[in-house]
Nanobody, 127 residues
């Protein structure tokens, strides 16, 4: 397993941008598919975006498609979701997750498919 630490959350006005970061420990980061989930108060945790270990594949939930962009830097063991045009409904705790995979293009999407999790970072979008 890898240890994950998220950063970059905060308070932003609607229409603004934030870039989150998730730094992973270890020397095998390139073996892991990465995902981001979020959980708003009173709601289920939902999958937002993910990237394959090769960065050749990405996935976005419909709610963030066209506004969020995920990337990774395997030399820095870090994955970055760039979040633009933020809306109040994007307010949530955002969690980074990692899962070791064989396929260079596979992106897990279910919570149960991810073995490693970060502690979460709060994103608050004011209207």
């Amino acid at each position: 397993q890898v240890q994950l630490v998220e950063s970059g959350g905060g308070l932003v006005q609607a229409g603004g941008s934030l870039r989150l970061s998730c730094a992973a420990s270890g020397r095998t980061f390139s073996s892991y598919a990465m995902g981001w989930f979020r959980q708003a108060p009173g709601k289920e945790r939902e999958f937002v975006t993910g990237i394959s270990r090769s960065a050749g594949s990405t996935y976005y939930a419909d709610s963030v498609k066209g506004r969020f962009t995920i990337s990774r830097d395997n030399t820095k063991n870090t994955v970055y979701p760039q979040m633009n045009s933020l809306k109040p409904e994007d307010t949530a705790v955002y969690y980074c997750a990692a899962q070791r995979v064989y396929s260079p293009t596979y992106i897990p999407r279910a919570q149960a498919d991810f073995q490693s999790w970060g502690q979460g970072t709060q994103v608050t979008v004011s209207s």
